[in-house]
């Protein structure tokens, strides 16, 4: 029996005969003295600036050093583990840690590249709001099985200057009719970045008859897609330079807002906005607003690969991502303004007052404005979505 007939679930530990969490104490012993090769989206400095001041923690508790691998593609990451994977490379591997979800993670839990199940084993854990935020263990509608540990939810909102614009549009429709109106002032960043295709993922929730098909594989050369194509042949004439250009990512989409070149913009951060103006590079009269039904949402998580060097040092990191101190510093418009993945009612009362007192922020809906949060399709609508749209409109990034 070998790691790929399991399907990589919880052998990496035995046969490679390293610790994980069941043994906590082992864990941290071998940990300590360990640099944790932690590979994470590099294009936000306010997330850059999170991931260094989670090494400092870190290093300061466990003496696990974190060194933050910045990269432009979560793919990158992926394929360098593959590439180790076919090499035979089954420990000492490059990558310990790795942010991380949807089809990224289904491809590497199915080709048993992942180290675990770890998550569940992980002190913090039982803080997490599994029945609340069903996302935690649910990823693209692929069961996580502890192979994975959340550190952030978020939900797609929308983003305005309440001063310039007094009624938002809040449906896809109305989207649509809106930016016919005002040519040039909406856009949405290039597939496959993420937060493009959560747009297009959000326009076609609103345009099929019956979304739930969006939780089962898309078929292929899928006949559901057709909707979304005569939207955005409709929609294209009207973004911002005629579509015949796209931003890149959530970070440049979020510079056109500030530079007051779009409208309306759009972030997987409902605390974003808040921390822009925080910041200053958002004006106080910024706010959000979500669609009538809900918006996509979900959770970020971490996961270890299969040959991970630090295994330990990365288990320690990801269980301090889920310490309540940790997230509510996340969540602080001032510093991130992440939503938690942990459930309130399992905290201390002093944990508790970490989130009571730490403020909201201007531009932040309370979670009942943010209203229904949709779940994610599952991975292969994402991945068509991504094929088929560069067929058809792919233009140079």
């Not at 747009?199 to 899928?222: G, M, R």
């Not at 002093?350 to 922020?361: D, H, Q, S, T, Y």
Request: glycine share 8%.
């Amino acid at each position: 029996m070998n790691r790929r007939e399991f399907g990589g679930l919880g052998l990496a530990a035995l046969w490679a005969g390293r610790t994980w969490a069941g043994d906590w104490a082992a864990v941290l012993a071998q940990a300590k003295g360990q640099e944790v090769f932690f590979h994470a989206w590099g294009g936000d400095p306010k997330i850059n600036a999170f991931i260094a001041w989670v090494g400092q923690e870190v290093a300061a508790r466990y003496g696990v050093t974190l060194t933050h691998v910045k990269l432009a593609a979560t793919s990158d990451a992926v394929a360098r583990v593959q590439a180790e994977q076919a090499a035979g490379k089954d420990s000492g591997g490059a990558v310990d840690l790795i942010w991380i979800n949807g089809a990224n993670f289904s491809a590497m839990k199915r080709a048993g590249m992942l180290f675990g199940p770890f998550a569940e084993n992980l002190p913090n854990w039982s803080l997490v709001d599994t029945k609340g935020k069903p996302a935690t263990v649910t990823d693209f509608t692929e069961p996580t099985q502890g192979m994975e540990s959340p550190w952030a939810m978020a939900q797609l909102v929308f983003e305005y200057d309440s001063a310039k614009l007094a009624k938002p549009p809040k449906s896809i429709q109305a989207l649509a009719d809106w930016a016919q109106q005002n040519p040039g002032r909406f856009t949405y960043p290039q597939p496959p970045d993420y937060l493009g295709l959560t747009f297009l993922k959000q326009v076609l929730y609103a345009l099929l008859p019956d979304p739930a098909i969006l939780q089962h594989p898309a078929a292929p050369d899928e006949p559901n897609l057709a909707p979304l194509w005569t939207f955005l042949d409709a929609l294209h004439p009207n973004l911002w330079r005629q579509a015949k250009a796209f931003v890149a990512n959530e970070s440049a989409l979020g510079q056109l807002l500030a530079d007051d070149e779009v409208s309306i913009s759009f972030a997987f951060n409902p605390g974003r906005a808040s921390a822009e103006i925080a910041s200053g590079a958002l004006p106080n009269t910024m706010r959000t607003f979500v669609l009538e039904g809900g918006t996509i949402g979900n959770a970020s998580f971490v996961a270890i690969p299969f040959n991970a060097a630090a295994a330990a040092g990365a288990q320690v990191v990801a269980n301090l991502l889920l310490d309540p101190a940790v997230q509510a510093r996340a969540q602080n418009p001032t510093v991130l303004g992440f939503q938690t993945v942990l459930n309130m009612a399992a905290l201390t009362p002093a944990a508790l007052a970490l989130f009571n007192e730490a403020p909201r922020g201007p531009a932040t809906l309370s979670p009942s404005e943010l209203g229904p949060t949709l779940l994610e399709p599952h991975a292969t609508w994402m991945t068509q979505i991504s094929d088929e749209w560069a067929k058809r409109y792919g233009v140079a990034p």
